[in-house]
């Protein structure tokens, strides 16, 4: 009977019509205390959830996002087109298969997508934070995220699972909170930051900074300092792509057919990386940016942080990298196998094949999928109603 | 559903190296294929199993299998492991494949107590007819590769690997020799087609 129930849901492609949702928790004087020693509160977090929780409230998955990323990873928003940034990972049938699994993602602290950060009031002022929001680590948008889980009612995770910084949260959770997650999943991402990786992100704040209208973080009144904002994340979108997927998309194509000897946008590369600069600024807070990519550059779980001795881990990995990939290279993959080597864990490592660069994890499904698809069933499931084929639909396989 | 009833895995080989795994061991496959001998390890005797399987395919098939695997060659897998984190590191049908076989060993019986290593036979009676008498490069069932599309580079006897394992001073427990039609006692270097040994240390190599 199961079974056709089973079957008409895969039958549905998309996780459907979401609602975002919020939680605020950190009430002064029970404020959240960070890693730089500050204290944060009130503190709301804006997320969403995919499937259903089960009864023993052992599915639930916390999916985690990157830099720019935010609470929708699946579905529509009512009245809205735009499906969730890894809606074709999260969905009925998908590779976190919401028939199967309770999916949540939070916008991070810092953030500016219904979470708090540097552009929501200052309790105190009733003014913008701007730069007297406090400098925010890794380790501090995960402890946030476990009160979170706490307030859902889930002792364990089934699993935490993200790509590029939701992948170094995915490894911090396992090193914070080892006891309470299952499995994590970091996708394209690192122990820490090397100094190219640093570099990048310093470019990015100071092309944000240098733009008069930043006024030192204060520019609330005023609007964004867009110039800054939008050379920022040109620079971003250079490094998520790969010399090889610029040459598919643009190759040397021009706009207009001819040189115009002036400096407008000539070829379709330019037009592109000025059409994602633009249209950033309107969805994205500058003084977010500043913070958050501050925080991917403090993170360091290298040199036996990840799992410190004598802490038995119960904590299975599947770690995955893409051969395109040059702002996190599988060399920084490995170095994540190599740690949890020494530990004795469990992992399941792939290097994929792709054109796509550190985009790729967005964008390459197929293989994402069936790596996702085993490796939580059996975590769900053990070996031991595991038949060998797959999960529970049998045949394939 | 498992391929067997009775629980074992369907090759004679892997049927071999299955039974001479204890119950709950923490188990390394080095070159594990598509993962059926360890998901009989981890699904039947609780064996806690890390594969590593250089071959995008095979390691799809484990991924299928639910198996923690990682793509990656043998040598480079091997040495991020502290000594003795396995009891056992299996090296089956893949020695043949390995440029530094010393290190190999030597690394396996590093980071496991036991190793338990596999081959096809080489001076099995057929090669040797094929190379004496018609004079050509073997072409045999455990060893179907032409010569200029093998992925071997080495190629082993048992008796090659005895004295192997007397120079390395490396402990035989035990020595498996099978044929076409099963086990093989008489002149296994002659008449085996593959061999299954399971080495340890031997008593200068120090302990572990």
């Known amino acids: 009977m199961a079974s056709k129930i089973t079957k008409n849901e895969k039958a549905s492609p998309e ?53 720019s ?54 309790p105190k002022t009733g003014r913008p934070y701007a730069l007297d929001f406090p400098f925010l680590t890794i380790a501090d948008m995960v402890n946030a995220q476990r009160h979170l889980i706490d307030h859902l009612g889930i002792e364990r995770l089934l699993c935490v699972a993200g790509g590029s910084m939701g992948g170094m949260q ?11 997650v299952r499995a994590a999943i970091p996708i394209a991402t690192a122990l820490k930051h090397s100094p190219q990786q640093i570099a990048f992100n310093e470019v990015v704040r100071q092309s944000i900074m240098a733009d008069p209208a930043w006024r030192e973080g204060n520019y609330y009144d005023f609007g964004q300092p867009e110039k800054g904002l939008a050379v920022a994340r040109m620079i971003g979108h250079i490094t998520f792509m790969s010399d090889q997927s610029m040459e598919e998309k643009f190759s040397r194509r ?59 881990i119960q904590t299975r990995f599947l770690v995955i990298s893409f051969q395109s990939d040059w702002l996190y290279p599988s060399y920084q993959s490995q170095d994540i196998v190599r740690e949890l080597k020494g530990k004795q864990v469990d992992i399941t490592y792939c290097e994929l094949k792709s054109t796509y660069g550190h985009d790729a994890f967005l964008v390459e499904v197929e293989e994402q999928t069936e790596l996702i698809r085993h490796f939580l069933g059996v975590t769900l499931k053990g070996y031991h109603s595991w038949n060998g084929q797959g999960i529970k639909y049998g045949g394939f396989g | 559903m498992s391929s067997s009833l009775n629980n074992l895995p369907e ?16 188990v390394l496959d080095l070159g594990c294929g598509t993962g059926e001998l360890l998901y009989h390890l981890v699904r039947f005797k609780q064996a806690r199993v890390q594969g590593i399987e250089m071959d995008k395919k095979a390691f799809y098939e484990c991924v299928k299998r639910g198996l923690s695997v990682f793509q990656g060659d043998i040598e480079t897998g091997l040495v991020e492991y502290p000594d003795g984190a396995f009891d056992d590191v299996i090296i089956n049908q893949c020695l043949q494949e390995v440029r530094r076989v010393d290190f190999v060993i030597e690394e396996s019986l590093r980071v496991g107590k036991r190793v338990i290593v596999g081959f096809p036979n080489f001076a099995h009676l057929s090669s040797r007819l094929m190379l004496a008498l018609g004079g050509c490069s ?19 006897s048992i008796k090659d690997f005895q004295i192997f394992c007397a120079e390395k001073k490396l402990k035989i427990l035990r020595a498996h020799f099978l044929g076409k039609a099963g086990p093989v006692t008489f002149m296994p270097n002659l008449f085996a087609l593959n061999a299954v040994f399971v080495l340890t240390k031997g008593k200068e190599g120090g302990q572990r």
Not at chain 1, 27 to 43: F, Q, S, V
Not at chain 1, 81 to 88: R, S
């Open chain 1, 254 to 312: 021009l706009k207009n057919g001819a040189f115009s000897f002036n400096f407008d946008a000539d070829f379709e590369v330019e037009g592109y990386l000025r059409y994602r600069g633009a249209n950033f600024v309107k969805r994205f807070d500058a003084n977010s940016y500043l913070y958050i990519t501050k925080a991917m550059d403090y993170f360091d779980l290298s040199g036996g942080k990840l799992i410190p001795n004598g802490k038995p």
């Open chain 2, 138 to 156: 073997p072409v045999t069932a455990s060893l179907p590769y032409l010569w200029y599309d093998t992925p071997n580079v080495r190629f082993l």
């Open chain 2, 11 to 26: 090759r004679p080989d892997h049927r071999i190296i299955y039974e001479a795994i204890a119950p709950e061991s923490r």
């Open chain 1, 170 to 180: 995915a490894l911090q959770w396992a090193a914070s909170y080892p006891e309470r």
């Open chain 1, 15 to 67: 996780a459907g019509v979401v609602e975002i949702q919020y939680f605020t928790f950190a009430h002064p004087p029970r404020e959240l205390l960070l890693e730089c020693g500050e204290k944060l509160g009130p503190i709301t977090l804006a997320y969403e959830t995919y499937g259903r929780l089960n009864t023993e409230r052992s599915n639930a998955i916390l999916v985690l996002h990157a830099l």
């Open chain 1, 69 to 122: 990323g935010d609470a929708h990873a699946a579905g529509v928003h009512a009245g809205d087109n735009d499906p969730g940034w890894w809606n074709e990972m999260i969905g009925p049938g998908k590779g976190f298969d919401t028939n199967e699994y309770f999916v949540i993602c939070s916008n991070i602290i810092g953030g500016c997508k219904g979470s708090t950060g540097p552009a929501s009031p200052n």
